[in-house]
């Protein structure tokens, strides 16, 4: 999958252009764009990887939903897939959005990851985060943070609430002036061995391809106004 990206330059740093990953079995590309052909994507490729009807209209209606969700968050930078690991189930078991950050918004792993880890003690209404594990390493493309989150959605009245499993990276390529956020969720809690290793092993595979260095020079001087 090749992705282009927002780029924003930053002083003796180079832009993230586009990025690749290398979608493992059981992945498939999520079209996000406003055509015709992405709008057709859930009933087609449904019918496609699902020989049998009604688990085949079971996969329609869940991937249109994951489609209109992130459709809605309105942002065109982002890149989404689904993981569905037995079609004939009717359930794509995991779905991942990723885009390119410059770090000006994000700020360096160790930034990104202490706000991670401030996820514990963001409580929402209707959402609870009951844990996360956060961890940093370096990867030959360069510093990786990650967290593992389990949150608790409950509407109110409800008796019992949905889990999710949601893990989080961000990949730092060294000299980019942005890294590369991913963030996979999950309600199957079946749906991997081991969610935190597995989803960082895809994340391993991103290949970035890096623009000129961006130099900034120095501000422009005003004259005295006519």
């Given at each position: 999958m090749t992705t282009p990206v927002n780029t924003q330059g930053a002083a003796r740093l180079s832009d993230i252009v586009a990025f690749d990953i290398d979608l493992p079995e059981g992945w498939y590309p999520m079209p996000l764009r406003a055509e015709p052909s992405a709008d057709a994507w859930p009933a087609d490729f449904a019918e496609r990887l699902a020989s049998e009807p009604a688990a085949g209209a079971r996969l329609r209606e869940q991937l249109a939903a994951l489609q209109l969700r992130l459709r809605s968050m309105g942002d065109p930078y982002l890149t989404a897939a689904v993981y569905i690991p037995a079609p004939e189930s009717g359930q794509a078991s995991c779905v991942l959005g990723f885009k390119a950050l410059p770090l000006t918004e994000v700020g360096s792993p160790n930034e990104f990851q202490a706000s991670l880890e401030n996820d514990a003690a963001v409580q929402?209404?209707?959402?609870?985060?009951?844990?996360?594990?956060?961890?940093?390493?370096?990867?030959?493309?360069?510093?990786?943070?990650?967290?593992?989150?389990?949150?608790?959605?409950?509407?109110?009245?409800?008796?019992?609430?949905?889990?999710?499993?949601?893990?989080?990276?961000?990949?730092?390529?060294?000299?980019?002036?942005?890294?590369?956020?991913?963030?996979?969720?999950?309600?199957?809690?079946?749906?991997?061995e081991n969610m935190s290793q597995q989803t960082q092993d895809l994340v391993q595979t991103l290949q970035v391809t890096l623009g000129p260095p961006v130099e900034l020079g120095p501000p422009a001087q005003l004259g005295e106004p006519a």
């Open positions: 929402l209404p209707g959402r609870r985060v009951r844990d996360v594990l956060a961890w940093a390493g370096d990867t030959a493309l360069g510093p990786l943070v990650g967290a593992n989150n389990l949150i608790e959605h409950r509407n109110p009245g409800d008796a019992e609430g949905a889990i999710e499993e949601r893990t989080i990276f961000g990949l730092y390529p060294v000299g980019a002036a942005q890294m590369v956020q991913f963030i996979f969720s999950t309600h199957d809690l079946a749906a991997f």
